[in-house]
């Protein structure tokens, strides 16, 4: 669409370590992007999506990594990572 406001968000499937406790959800503790791993050093932001359409929910978190690389991960529930970019 020309003149569009809108922008594509584009996905990168990745390779994600997490920690699993108990009952809690597993967050991730270290990304695998273009042949490095990436250290999550925190937790920045995680939230939960549900599409209406097909009653599916995703999970986003957006980390800070050891490098200082901030990086926002979805996990859908196909189990699948990805990268937002």
């Known amino acids: 669409m020309r003149g569009s406001t809108l922008t594509e968000m584009t996905l990168r ?10 009952r809690a959800e597993q967050t991730p503790r270290r990304i695998g992007l273009d ?9 920045l ?6 599409s209406l359409a097909s009653n ?3 999970r986003r978190y ?16 196909d ?5 937002v970019s």
Request: aromatic share 4%; net charge negative.
């Open 56 to 58: 599916q929910q995703s």
């Open 45 to 50: 932001e995680e939230s939960v999506e549900e």
């Open 79 to 83: 189990g699948a990572w990805r990268l």
């Open 35 to 43: 042949g490095h791993e990436h250290v999550v050093a925190r937790l």
């Open 13 to 22: 499937t990745v390779r994600v370590e997490c920690y699993v406790g108990g």
């Open 62 to 77: 957006k980390v800070l990594t050891e490098e200082g690389l901030v990086l926002e991960v979805v996990r859908s529930s």
